[in-house]
């Protein structure tokens, strides 16, 4: 796999650096052993939630058929495997003196991380798409929510996604290093500002590629919102209650991933420290996929009451 990133005219140009130091963890190092227990924590608890909730939605037939919550299965499997992609990492990195990851360690990182970062972007945007439908067009919802439609969206944000990290990593491959190798982060994403290559190209496709990719599930959802806000508030005040907290699990996810987001990348450089920048990093790679499931658990009738129904099948086939 590393081969495959880095050809001969990679090699060629490449520098000596073979390793990168992630500034990030360096940062979170000062209390090295209370900060491993806390994030192995989180981490453990991330992959039960995330694995609980596809569980249920799995072996639930009123979930496993409602559209909100095979989207939501599918965003459970990316956030289990997005934390998996930088969380480990970090956990060695508390329990050694080393910070440092390979050249090549660095760009398998990063292709997960866009992975399943961007199919997060895309999922969300899906689900906004069904409230939309839910709530404006809910005598069309049945056919234009079919399992056919949804199977489609889905596997086009996995394959999309998929597809725009690949380009951007073989791109980031190519280039030569010869400067600092320090990255102030947890993770290895913004490696293309280390570079002392030519990087126009790459800017390019970040670009025209990072408007479709990145910037339009975030309109998408918002005109979507939009498009919500302005039906729900020709109805009644108990309509409007009933249609809001359709909504409400959905709005707090988007709200909690599209905010780490804006401050791990969109906030200005002058403002920017290696703590707080640290600090925000966790939120988006640890907490946000942490939150997810538990956000839908505690808030969601459906959801809790196929965990109670679970457990009953459990505790009836123990009994007999």
């Known amino acids: 796999f590393p081969g495959f990133f880095r050809g001969s005219h990679a090699l060629h140009n ?16 000062e209390h090295q052993s209370l900060l491993f227990f806390l994030f192995l924590f989180i981490y453990l608890l991330t992959l039960l939630g995330n694995l609980l909730i596809i569980l249920l939605i799995r072996f639930d037939d009123h979930l496993r058929h409602t559209p909100m919550y095979f989207f939501l299965s599918y965003l459970s499997l990316a956030d289990a495997m997005f934390a998996s992609t930088t969380v480990p990492k970090i956990l060695m990195s ?60 889905a596997s086009g944000s996995w394959i999309v996604s998929a ?50 990719v990145v910037l339009g ?41 599209y905010g780490a987001i804006i401050a791990v990348y969109f906030l200005p450089t002058s403002s920017y420290s290696s703590q707080r920048g640290a600090v925000f990093a966790v939120v988006y790679t640890v907490i946000t996929p942490m939150s997810n499931p538990y956000i839908y658990s505690l808030r969601n009738k459906d959801v809790k009451e196929a965990l109670w129904g679970l457990l009953g099948k459990r505790v009836f086939l123990q009994q007999s």
Not at 14 to 29: D, N
Not at 170 to 181: D, E, H, K, T
């Open 163 to 212: 597809l725009h990290s690949l380009l951007y990593t073989l791109l980031v491959s190519r280039l030569s290093f010869c400067a600092s190798r320090e990255i102030p982060y947890l993770f290895c994403d913004p490696l293309l500002q280390l570079s002392c290559s030519d990087t126009s190209v790459n800017e390019a496709v970040i670009f025209f590629e990072g408007v479709i």
């Open 94 to 153: 508390l329990m050694s003196e080393t910070k440092t990851i390979s050249f090549n360690g660095c760009l398998i990182q990063m292709y997960f991380f866009l992975t399943f970062g961007n199919t997060d972007n895309f999922l969300l945007a899906c689900m906004a798409y069904d409230r939309y439908v839910a709530i404006c067009r809910p005598l069309h919802y049945t056919t234009m929510m079919s399992h056919k439609c949804c199977l489609v969206l």
């Open 217 to 257: 599930p975030f309109v998408l959802v918002i005109l979507t919102y939009v498009r919500i806000v302005v039906a729900v508030m020709k109805l009644s005040s108990s309509g409007r209650r009933k249609a809001f907290s359709t909504c409400g699990s959905h709005l707090t996810m988007v709200t909690l991933f």
């Open 14 to 29: 490449q520098t000596s650096i073979s390793e990168m130091v992630l500034l990030g963890i360096s940062a979170l190092a």
